[in-house]
């Protein structure tokens, strides 16, 4: 699987952004897809994540409420829809796949995904 994120780039606080992934490549559809984020100094996080139907999603408690995963299977991109952006929003952006899933919810942690993206930046003024 080889994912290319886009969409990233330079908005003022409390604006919106739209994050895209494409996806290539076989089982597109039975993965889990995430989007983390790291900003400078600090450690790859979980933003958000959507199992292969949809029907269960995860957000991180610092987006929770502002931001929205979704994914096409048929076009086999997954997006990430960012409103009421925040300075502490200053990242760069990946997705990411995870082959197998936990039984209930879907896969958080950096170590159950198998593929990522390049990353894309998003800068968020203040």
């Known amino acids: 699987v080889q994912l290319q994120a886009s969409g990233g780039g330079l908005v003022q606080a409390g604006g919106s952004l739209s994050l895209s992934c494409a996806a290539s490549?076989?089982?597109?559809?039975?993965?889990?897809m995430g989007w983390f984020r790291q900003a400078p100094g600090k450690e790859r996080e979980i933003v958000a994540s959507i199992n292969w139907s949809s029907d269960s999603t995860y957000y991180a408690d610092s987006v929770r409420g502002r931001f929205t995963i979704s994914r096409d299977n048929a076009k086999a991109t997954v997006n990430l829809q960012m409103n009421s952006l925040k300075p502490e929003d200053t990242a760069v952006y990946y997705c990411?796949?995870?082959?197998?899933?936990?039984?209930?919810?879907?896969?958080?942690?950096?170590?159950?995904?198998?593929?990522w993206g390049q990353g894309t930046q998003v800068t968020v003024s203040s």
């Open positions: 490549g076989r089982s597109f559809s039975t993965n889990a």
């Open positions: 990411a796949a995870a082959t197998r899933s936990p039984r209930i919810g879907v896969p958080i942690r950096n170590s159950e995904y198998d593929y």
